[in-house]
């Protein structure tokens, strides 16, 4: 997880883009400036950036789900739960659904464990909106290769 | 039996808290009933869900882009309904 530059995921460990799910592993840091913050002498892993490690393993399943034609946007977070507190060094899975492909958006819905323990879920809205730049879509490829989503293969 | 325009009321009403009486065939979802596009998207995905169709709101925001089309076509809700009618009848065919 590269919490400073939003980058939740460390790698997808099933991807099934027929089934419409995928989970991913994603550890927090020991160290990162977020937590000098929140809180100082108690660093504890902000509840919207559990909300962000959901967004993003659905997010690359709609991309996945939708040929990568767009960028799947977070429009709207449904009945968000914080479950249990995550601290630095916790490695956590995440799952994200997409139940339903509409035109131009699509809905998911995501969960979070950290230790066979549930920790956040989550439904998702995510309007689908052009890529900004080409560069912007060249990039996923070798961003995709890292974490390990076989974004490629999906591609229009 | 409840018509189309029934459940599309139905649905906005629920979605967007509107009451139920304000909501007539003639009501253009923007204009008249201030929906915004996210609120518009719960419903489309409420609508999809219920009738078992795609609405092609990305092929209708084109022509009404492209000056092809008026957005009342699509959001009246009457026309809405009848847009959603052709859709299922296409679904059947």
Redesign the interface.
């Known amino acids: 997880m590269r919490l400073e530059y939003f980058q939740m995921i460390d790698r997808f460990v099933a991807v099934d883009v027929g089934g419409r799910v995928a989970r991913a592993i994603c550890k927090v840091p020991l160290q990162s400036t977020v937590f000098e913050g929140h809180f100082p002498g108690y660093p504890l892993m902000p509840g919207v950036l559990l909300i962000e490690c959901m967004a993003q393993t659905t997010g690359w399943l709609v991309s996945a789900v939708t040929g990568f034609t767009g960028l799947p946007a977070l429009?709207?977070v449904k009945e968000g739960k914080i479950r249990n507190a995550v601290f630095p060094g916790d490695e956590l899975e995440f799952e994200g659904k997409v139940i339903?492909d509409?035109?131009?958006?699509a809905?998911g819905e995501a969960k979070g464990w950290c230790k066979g323990a549930a920790i956040c879920d989550a439904t998702l809205?995510y309007?689908i909106i052009p890529y900004p730049s080409p560069e912007l879509r060249a990039g996923l490829w070798e961003w995709a290769e890292r974490i390990n989503f076989p974004a490629k293969e999906f591609a229009k | 039996m409840s018509t189309t325009f029934d459940k599309v009321a139905e649905i906005i009403a629920e979605t967007c808290d509107i009451p139920r009486e304000n909501i007539k065939p003639e009501s253009h979802a923007i204009n008249d009933l201030e929906i915004d596009s996210?609120d518009f998207?719960?419903i489309?995905?409420a609508i999809?869900?219920a009738f078992g169709i795609?609405?092609?709101?990305?092929?209708w925001?084109q022509e009404v882009n492209d000056g092809k089309a008026t957005t009342d076509q699509y959001f009246v809700l009457k026309n809405l309904c009848e847009r959603i009618d052709e859709l299922i009848a296409a679904k059947g065919a």
């Not at chain 2, 795609?54 to 092929?59: A, C, G, S, T, V």
């Open positions: 429009a709207g339903h509409g035109s131009g958006y809905i809205t309007r | 996210l998207l719960d489309a995905f999809d869900k795609k609405l092609p709101l990305e092929q925001t």
